[in-house]
């Protein structure tokens, strides 16, 4: 079912909910640049297995384009955590109260957690491919590339053109703001924590299980090893996922044929978002 929530800027935002049955379920934070759309079949298919899902385009993409398109929206990447993410988990907490709410969070989705102030509303948490995005925690020619990035390629297009195409990255058009934020952020050593994410003390504190994959070209382990530093009160684990999920790269946790992967993260879910976290929600 289509919804449109409403950030607490006034801004609408696309969403999707997906809703068999009255359960517990994760809201989805995707990556930069991903629609919700892509997201379709593994929200499907939880629902399937008794979840409420709900599934949200940040500002700037997918249904929540600004009527004059990119060049002309002001979206930064820290109003996809602290507004647009916030608003999705205040929405499905404002729905039951009494339920456990979790996020699954790929790539970008899992750090943008720590900009949104309802993430101490959050039980659970499972991130795949979510990673510094920090130049120096890639090698060889992959680290060149990420420096020349962050530090010129990516301020020089936004920059210029006012946004940063989609090619550059896999993903939709960026409005400038978030593009230009988003390199800024790769050129610290600390990446969003210090420069953007709420105080620590403030952040999610509930379970946290952060999935990474063998060939990923956008998350490195070193960079996956990473997240549970931006969580300090959260209970953490850091998983590889074996060999024979080689091929998944960068996105291939999210389609077709990854059914097994969504089965085993939501029974890891289902049991994280009961348990008690390592310090009270406050």
């Known amino acids: 079912m289509d919804v449109t929530l409403m950030a607490s800027d006034g801004r609408a935002l696309a969403a999707a909910l997906y809703e ?19 997201y379709r079949r593994f929200a499907t298919h939880l629902a399937g297995r008794g979840a409420t899902v709900l599934t949200v385009d940040y500002r700037g993409v997918g249904g929540s384009r600004h009527a004059g398109g990119p060049r002309r929206d002001a979206a930064t990447m820290s109003d996809w955590g602290r507004l647009d993410l916030n608003e999705a988990i205040g929405h499905l907490v404002d729905r039951d109260p009494d339920r456990p709410v ?20 959050v039980s659970a948490v499972l991130t795949v491919g979510s990673q510094s995005g920090y130049w120096r925690h890639w090698t060889g020619r992959a680290r060149a590339a990420r420096y020349v990035q962050w530090h010129a390629a990516v301020p020089a297009v936004a920059g210029l053109t006012g946004v940063l195409p989609g090619r550059y990255f896999g993903g939709e ?26 105080p620590p003390e403030r952040r999610f504190a509930g379970q946290l299980l952060a999935v990474g994959v063998p060939d990923d070209p956008f998350a490195t382990a070193q960079g996956v090893a990473w997240l549970p530093s931006l969580y300090p009160r959260a209970s953490s684990e850091v998983r590889t996922l074996g060999t024979r999920h080689r091929a998944l790269g960068h996105f291939g946790a999210f389609r077709a044929g ?3 992967l969504w089965d085993a993260g939501w029974a890891w879910l289902r049991g994280a978002a009961r348990a008690p976290s390592t310090f009270p929600l406050r």
């Open 258 to 260: 990854a059914e097994g």
């Open 102 to 121: 979790a996020v699954v969070g790929h790539s970008a989705g899992g750090w943008l957690l720590s900009l949104a102030p309802n993430a101490q509303l």
């Open 173 to 198: 058009t960026l409005p400038g703001g978030v593009a230009k934020e988003w390199a800024r952020w790769g050129r610290r050593r600390d990446f969003v924590d210090g420069a953007g994410a709420l």
């Open 20 to 38: 068999p049955r009255r359960e517990d379920g994760p809201a989805v934070a995707g990556a930069t640049g991903v629609p919700q759309r892509f």
